[in-house]
């Protein structure tokens, strides 16, 4: 079953985080409870906006690709791999961004959503193992591994080089326009993100049901995030990465959620049947 386990309440967690970023950035750049502000106001820029944003619409469709999917011992593994590693990640470079000093922080409670969700999926899914049919093609080599590949590349560039972000790549202009520790932190938690979606593209079996929620929230985001670039820019087009990364998300969104390369499977008592 896809509904009704601890994917869904995951789900509902991630949610909430999505439309804090979305809606209630200020947020971040608060007190709220006993959790420190996130970032100081003073740091806040256009470029840390539009990257906020972006995070929102990854963990959206981070969220609804959990919901979605029927986990099971397999098909879990890839993206719980990615979630164990963006959620220990987030949690490690908020730590020394603080001097290793514990400060209670909105990014501990986002690594422990992800580490719940990673952990589920990865060993303790709710649905047992789906026997092999002609019909279930491998997941590898189709037009998932493609666009996990890209996002894997994207990942790994944010966590390794973020400096490619503030310069000119050919005819794509810099994304952002200067460093800060906050935009770094922002940077860490979309590769973590985008870390997840990639393993998630190339680990799961897609069909035509387990692609729908998560082809929705590729949409979302490749839309909303295409939008928010383009308004950061005045409404002028200006070639940036984020473009690119819309690209890479839309793509991977149609081919899961309209040209999916599996059949859906039969149901057990069918299977009987013959």
Known sequence: MAHGNLSDLVFFALLAIAVQLFAFPDTLFQDLGPLKAQFDAKSRTADLDIIIKFGGCLILMHGLTLSGVKWNPINGKMAGLGGLIASGYTAFSTFKADSDVFVPRLFYVYAAVLLLGALHIFAFPSNPLPEKSPET??????????????????????????????????????????????????????????????????????????????????????????????????????????????????????????????????????????
């Open 137 to 274: 093609k491998n997941n590898h080599g189709n037009f998932s591994d493609l666009i996990f590949f890209a996002l894997f590349g994207a990942s790994m560039a944010c966590f390794f080089y973020p400096d490619h972000l503030f310069m000119d790549l050919g005819p794509i202009k810099a994304q952002f326009t200067a460093q800060s520790a906050a935009l770094s932190a922002m940077i860490k938690l979309v590769a973590g993100l985008m870390l997840i979606i990639g393993l998630t593209f190339s680990g799961v079996k897609w069909n035509p049901i387990n692609g729908k929620m998560a082809g929705f929230g590729g949409f979302i985001a490749a839309g909303y995030t295409a939008f928010s670039t383009f308004k950061a820019d005045s409404d002028a087009f200006i070639p940036h990465i984020f473009y690119i990364y819309s690209a890479l998300i839309f793509l991977g969104a149609l081919h899961i959620f309209a040209f999916p390369s599996n059949a859906l499977p039969k149901p057990a008592a069918e299977k009987k049947t013959k």
